[in-house]
């Protein structure tokens, strides 16, 4: 195990190259979701403020759990400038504590801090809560050595220490981020399913509903990058109330399907 290991861009590279395998990241079955860092540069080019420059690049990388439909996502920032000039991670130190009248429906989480790069969970409270509290989720929580007991804060400080803790990467990490139990169950070899495909991770047993919500991740990239795409301050202050983006269903069962 390198020493690389202990930068979070590279952990959230080993969670994917587990769960997905590297190769799979420049493939699309349909759509550009794959085309995903493209999309990035090319919203953020077209925000000359700071402020608004990190809130858009949060709202894409954010963009499945703002449409109700995953209860929270991974994001890594890197001290680098990007095409667009700007350097992300530097624009967080600056202004994050800004966010909460930006993205006020929204938490983040730093599961890892280093010189030269963060490792974020961002979270919907209430659906990770929810979602958290789904007893096939608890049962797998509680094999993988959490408390029985513990709510969302006291399981997210125990992923956390975890993370930041020893040289592996907590795969069970997989049920707070919406992959579906029967999935995160077969990867950690907790029960028996045969690998059948990858898309966003490894997929087990019969496939229909993971490649569902698979795709549903990826209209919900792809849909919050258009809406990105018209580059206004104006843009940022979407009324989440009435959007159709924001009105999509947050019950989806596809996450609980019985292992």
Sequence with gaps: MTDSLFWAIDIKNQFHHNWMGMSQINQTTSGNFYSHRNITDQVLENFTDALDCLTAHLMLECSEVLAGVKPANLISIVNRTRPCGRNLYLLWQQHHTDLAQRLNNLNFMVLQSRQQSLLLLCYDHVRLEHHLSHPGIRTLLHKAGYKDDADCEGMLLELRSRIGGNN?????????????AK??????????????CQRLWK??????????????YRCCRNKMGAILARGTSKTLEIDRSDHPFFCQTDENDYQYLPC
């Design 183 to 196: 999935d995160v169950a077969a990867f950690m070899g907790l029960v028996r399913l045969p690998f059948t």
């Design 203 to 216: 997929i087990y047993g019969n496939p229909a509903r993971s490649l569902a919500l698979a795709e549903q």
């Design 168 to 180: 592996s990467f907590p795969h069970e990490i997989g049920l707070f981020i919406g992959y579906p």
